[in-house]
């Protein structure tokens, strides 16, 4: 492959920096600079903001974000079996068929562990006793 | 399509005994008793596998199957044969670590078996995208383990740590991939071969840079210098109980593959990168040794003396295929001393404890001789005494090396395990010759930690003195 077919990508790169860069730069030129209070808030009229946007949020969010990647992941690996379905016939099935129950089984074990309830207070009352605290070494 | 399951019978069997262990485990809870069992089948049924690969496969009947994607051949096998048992061993010696964690335990044993998958399949990778995946199972495996007490906020710096530089050095592993496959146009470790020894490369540059990336993504995870940077805090913040396999494992399971992307795939390239391997040894042995010498944790010198035993092992390496014999008896006796080693600091510093101290083991032999013993004797074995396989080690790659004209490799081997001895020495001296302190008591050994530490040091002493069968043995453990 000649670096020439990638000449219509530089020259759209080239335009589209180019276009940000002149319309940025002139209205700093051109436009009246005379910042007020009330021109930097978020938003010039409605209800005065009490918080910062950027706040801590609860850790739950990360672990249905991260659940949610897993289960994400098997969808592309499905499209990717799907558009070659009738090449692989019953290999096909049968490996997919093997990776979703693998899926299946995150899926039982993850609920079982709690890992989908929302309400913390009654996750933790399933959360299993500590089996054996650790003895400290002979003090 | 080749299917043959004895291929893939190793990665099925601990692939349905962790299933079997994480459903029966959240649906009943039986806890840390039936943990055991799943895993000790899986470990047992996997060893089996390897075996009868080894028997079946070694030598000539090598061949590789579901699309040219594994290997059966002496190579993998052997692997298997020393990665299964040492992930058992780790179960052992981790297992105070296990119980402390409550329901979770069961989680450290499914990550462990998980990782022993993804070492071996690395090792028995015919394919590079096989054996990336392998890395990865086996890499994010490791990094979870790695912070598993929650609680320790070091253990937690040595994840994160361990994760970012593991995923960079993955990501320049991949990228070297996509290099090579630019330049050869396949993907497959035999094509790569096939393609190099048949086709005169006019302009090689690409295939130079995705060889130096292959190189430097795999040295970042066997811990050689000047890639060595998160061994010491990773192995330091993590917990005692985890250390020992996480070493043991990394260095198995790294030079499996390095071997076989670079003897192997790159093996008609031999002059082009056996130079940079031999420059990464010398820097490895002299940078380890000499950092080793001023720690004041057991676990960070061992940290520092496992670059430096990463540095002896390349320099098997730089004798391409005709080393890997030698090099697999190096990674195989070390990888259970340094098993064993962390194992002695998890019980006398605390399994769920990261740092170590040396004042620890000050006077340690009149609070426990009988883990001073132990420590002692592993200590001259990574020193590399005779009369220990640390010597045979030592004595097997340096042969490699001058046959492989490597000279000077071997002058600066030799000097700087002489001046290794001085740190591995010390902490003998700590143990024997200084009074404990007057508030430490006896040292109470767990069982799985005797059971590791008796079989380590009957098999160091034991390959030490007679070595010849496993040497002669290893002649067949050559990849396909």
Same mark, same amino acid.
């Given at each position: 492959?000649?670096? #020439?077919?990638?000449?219509?990508?530089?020259?759209?790169?080239?335009?589209?920096?180019?276009?940000?860069?002149? #319309?940025?730069?002139?209205?700093?030129?051109?436009?009246?600079?005379?910042?007020?209070?009330?021109?930097?808030?978020?938003?010039?009229?409605?209800?005065?903001?009490?918080?910062?946007?950027?706040?801590?949020?609860?850790?739950?969010?990360?672990?249905?974000?991260?659940?949610?990647?897993?289960?994400?992941?098997?969808?592309?690996?499905?499209?990717?079996?799907?558009?070659?379905?009738?090449?692989?016939?019953?290999?096909?099935?049968?490996?997919?068929?093997?990776?979703?129950?693998?899926?299946?089984?995150?899926?039982?074990?993850?609920?079982?562990?709690?890992?989908?309830?929302?309400?913390?207070?009654?996750? #933790? &009352? &399933?959360?299993?006793?500590?089996?054996?605290?650790?003895?400290?070494?002979?003090? | 399509?080749?299917?043959?399951?004895?291929?893939?019978?190793?990665?099925?069997?601990?692939?349905?005994?962790?299933?079997?262990?994480?459903?029966? /485990?959240?649906?009943? *809870?039986?806890?840390?008793?039936?943990?055991?069992?799943?895993?000790?089948?899986?470990?047992?049924?996997?060893?089996?596998?390897?075996?009868?690969? $080894?028997?079946?496969?070694?030598?000539?009947?090598?061949?590789?199957?579901?699309? /040219?994607?594994?290997?059966?051949?002496?190579?993998?096998?052997?692997?298997?044969?020393?990665?299964?048992?040492?992930?058992?061993?780790?179960?052992?010696?981790? $297992?105070?670590?296990?119980?402390?964690?409550?329901?979770?335990?069961?989680?450290?044993?499914?990550?462990?078996?998980?990782?022993?998958?993804?070492?071996?399949?690395?090792?028995?990778?015919?394919?590079?995208?096989?054996?990336?995946?392998?890395?990865?199972?086996?890499?994010?495996?490791?990094?979870?383990?790695?912070? !598993?007490? *929650?609680?320790?906020? /070091?253990?937690?710096?040595?994840?994160?740590?361990? !994760?970012?530089?593991?995923?960079?050095?993955?990501?320049? !592993?991949?990228?070297?991939?996509?290099?090579?496959?630019?330049?050869?146009?396949?993907?497959?470790?035999?094509?790569?071969?096939?393609? %190099?020894?048949?086709?005169?490369?006019?302009?090689?540059?690409?295939?130079?840079?995705?060889?130096?990336? %292959?190189?430097?993504?795999?040295? !970042?995870?066997?811990?050689?210098?000047?890639?060595?940077?998160?061994?010491?805090?990773?192995?330091?913040?993590?917990?005692?109980?985890?250390?020992?396999?996480?070493?043991?494992?990394?260095?198995?399971?790294?030079?499996?593959?390095?071997? *076989?992307?670079?003897?192997?795939?790159?093996?008609?390239?031999?002059?082009?990168?056996?130079?940079?391997?031999?420059? %990464?040894?010398?820097?490895?042995?002299?940078?380890? =040794?000499?950092?080793?010498?001023?720690?004041?944790?057991?676990?960070?010198?061992?940290?520092?003396?496992?670059?430096?035993?990463?540095?002896?092992?390349?320099?098997?390496?730089?004798?391409?295929?005709?080393?890997?014999? /030698?090099?697999?008896?190096?990674?195989?006796?070390?990888?259970?001393?340094?098993?064993?080693?962390?194992?002695?600091?998890?019980?006398?510093?605390?399994?769920?404890?990261?740092?170590?101290?040396?004042?620890?083991? =000050?006077?340690?032999?009149?609070?426990?001789?009988?883990?001073?013993?132990?420590?002692?004797?592993?200590?001259?074995?990574?020193?590399?005494?005779?009369?220990?396989?640390?010597?045979?080690?030592?004595?097997?790659?340096?042969?490699?090396?001058?046959?492989?004209?490597?000279? $000077?490799?071997?002058?600066?081997?030799?000097?700087?395990?002489?001046?290794?001895?001085?740190?591995?020495?010390?902490?003998?001296?700590?143990?024997?010759?200084?009074?404990?302190?007057?508030?430490?008591?006896?040292?109470?050994?767990?069982?799985?930690? *005797?059971?590791?530490?008796?079989?380590?040091?009957?098999?160091?002493?034991?390959?030490?003195?007679?070595?010849?069968? %496993?040497? =002669?043995?290893?002649?067949?453990?050559?990849?396909?």
């Amino acid at each position: 492959m000649s670096l #020439s077919a990638y000449l219509p990508i530089a020259i759209m790169a080239l335009l589209a920096s180019g276009f940000a860069a002149i #319309s940025l730069g002139l209205s700093r030129l051109i436009a009246p600079h005379n910042p007020t209070p009330e021109k930097l808030d978020p938003y010039e009229c409605g209800i005065v903001p009490l918080q910062e946007p950027v706040q801590r949020f609860p850790v739950k969010f990360y672990l249905v974000a991260m659940l949610f990647v897993i289960f994400d992941v098997e969808i592309v690996f499905l499209f990717a079996w799907a558009v070659r379905f009738t090449q692989l016939g019953w290999y096909g099935i049968g490996a997919v068929g093997i990776f979703t129950l693998l899926l299946i089984e995150t899926l039982v074990y993850v609920w079982k562990r709690g890992a989908l309830d929302w309400n913390v207070a009654r996750r #933790s &009352r &399933r959360r299993p006793a500590v089996v054996e605290p650790l003895t400290e070494k002979a003090a | 399509m080749n299917m043959n399951l004895l291929a893939v019978a190793p990665e099925v069997i601990v692939v349905v005994a962790v299933v079997a262990l994480l459903m029966i /485990d959240v649906q009943w *809870r039986p806890g840390p008793v039936w943990w055991a069992i799943a895993a000790a089948m899986g470990i047992a049924g996997a060893t089996a596998a390897v075996a009868l690969q $080894w028997v079946d496969y070694r030598g000539a009947d090598a061949a590789s199957f579901f699309s /040219d994607m594994i290997a059966i051949d002496g190579f993998g096998a052997f692997a298997g044969m020393v990665i299964f048992p040492l992930a058992g061993l780790g179960l052992m010696a981790a $297992w105070p670590l296990i119980r402390s964690q409550g329901g979770r335990g069961a989680e450290f044993v499914v990550l462990v078996l998980i990782a022993a998958t993804g070492a071996h399949l690395m090792a028995a990778a015919a394919n590079l995208i096989m054996l990336f995946v392998g890395l990865e199972v086996f890499s994010i495996s490791l990094y979870v383990l790695a912070g !598993f007490t *929650r609680e320790r906020v /070091d253990a937690d710096e040595a994840a994160l740590k361990y !994760f970012l530089l593991g995923a960079v050095a993955s990501a320049i !592993f991949l990228y070297g991939i996509a290099l090579v496959y630019a330049s050869t146009g396949t993907t497959s470790i035999g094509g790569i071969a096939t393609y %190099l020894r048949s086709t005169i490369l006019l302009r090689p540059g690409v295939l130079m840079a995705g060889m130096a990336m %292959l190189l430097v993504g795999l040295a !970042f995870k066997v811990s050689a210098a000047p890639f060595h940077m998160w061994a010491p805090d990773v192995y330091q913040g993590a917990p005692g109980g985890v250390t020992g396999f996480l070493a043991a494992g990394a260095k198995v399971a790294g030079f499996a593959a390095m071997a *076989r992307v670079l003897a192997v795939a790159l093996g008609g390239r031999i002059d082009d990168w056996a130079p940079a391997v031999a420059v %990464l040894a010398a820097v490895s042995i002299v940078l380890g =040794t000499l950092l080793a010498l001023v720690q004041s944790d057991l676990k960070r010198m061992l940290a520092y003396s496992s670059v430096a035993h990463a540095g002896f092992i390349l320099t098997a390496l730089v004798a391409g295929a005709n080393g890997i014999p /030698d090099m697999w008896f190096y990674v195989a006796t070390y990888a259970v001393q340094v098993l064993a080693a962390f194992t002695v600091a998890s019980v006398v510093s605390g399994a769920t404890q990261g740092r170590a101290p040396l004042s620890d083991y =000050t006077g340690l032999a009149s609070r426990s001789p009988w883990l001073a013993g132990m420590l002692g004797l592993l200590m001259l074995a990574m020193a590399g005494i005779p009369l220990t396989a640390g010597f045979v080690g030592k004595a097997a790659v340096f042969r490699s090396a001058i046959d492989a004209d490597y000279l $000077w490799l071997v002058i600066v081997g030799v000097v700087s395990a002489v001046a290794g001895l001085f740190f591995y020495l010390r902490v003998i001296v700590l143990m024997y010759m200084q009074a404990a302190d007057e508030e430490s008591g006896h040292i109470p050994v767990p069982g799985g930690a *005797r059971v590791v530490l008796v079989a380590v040091g009957v098999l160091t002493v034991l390959i030490g003195v007679v070595p010849w069968p %496993l040497l =002669t043995w290893l002649r067949d453990a050559l990849p396909l």
